[in-house]
């Protein structure tokens, strides 16, 4: 067994054992929102949002983007479960900004072995093959945080499953202070009708 895998399993054991009244919880989300955010591992949705279990949908990926499957969860969050509210919610030093979509796919093309980063940019360092599916994907790589937490938000107000009656916050979270620092234009495209 890995180090990891141990840790996480034994870690499990320790919150199962004193899981009590949360085996109650509704499927529904409590506070009836919910948060379309990053997967980096500096952010922890329930400590800078104040949440409990139950209490919000958390939706992640690489930056936080607003890709066919986030709005597909979105769309069942409200429509199935009752969400009036969301969040879109990037952040400050995300890595998504580090490559652009034609870095990422010439280096899967090489080798599909972890790659590196130093001044001069990123490298592979592992061995081939590597497989030119990478081309079909939209890696939705940006260049600035809050530009993108615009265009998101703009995504899922347009987008035709989407309510109006659903107000729609953009905001980035500064990995440094742990706040969420509010993008206007993001928030007033988001506003509800």
């Given at each position: 067994m890995s180090k990891v895998l141990d840790e996480v399993l034994n870690a499990n054991a320790e919150y199962a054992g004193s899981f009590g009244e949360k085996g109650k919880l509704a499927i529904p989300p409590a506070r009836h929102f919910a948060i379309l955010t990053c997967m980096d591992a500096r952010l922890d949705p329930a400590q800078y949002a104040g949440l409990a279990e139950g209490d919000a949908h958390v939706i992640r990926n690489a930056g936080g983007r607003a890709?066919?499957?986030?709005?597909?969860?979105?769309?069942?969050?409200?429509?199935?479960?009752?969400?009036?509210?969301?969040?879109?919610?990037?952040?400050?030093?995300?890595?998504?900004?580090l490559f652009t979509d034609d870095i990422i796919r010439d280096l899967l093309y090489k080798s599909l072995e972890t790659a590196t980063v130093d001044a001069n940019?990123?490298?592979?360092?592992?061995?081939?093959?590597?497989?030119?599916?990478?081309?079909?994907?939209?890696?939705?790589?940006?260049?600035?945080?809050?530009?993108?937490?615009?265009?998101?938000?703009?995504?899922?107000?347009?987008?035709?499953?989407?309510?109006?009656?659903i107000p729609i916050y953009g905001y980035v979270y500064d990995v440094k202070t742990g706040k969420l620092i509010e993008a206007p234009e993001a928030t007033r495209v988001g506003r509800a009708a």
């Open positions: 890709s066919d499957d986030a709005i597909r969860s979105l769309v069942i969050s409200y429509k199935l479960l009752g969400t009036h509210e969301w969040f879109v919610i990037h952040h400050t030093n995300c890595g998504m900004a940019g990123w490298h592979d360092v592992g061995k081939g093959p590597g497989s030119s599916e990478g081309e079909f994907i939209d890696w939705l790589t940006f260049k600035n945080e809050t530009d993108s937490v615009t265009e998101d938000v703009r995504r899922i107000r347009n987008h035709p499953l989407v309510p109006r009656s």
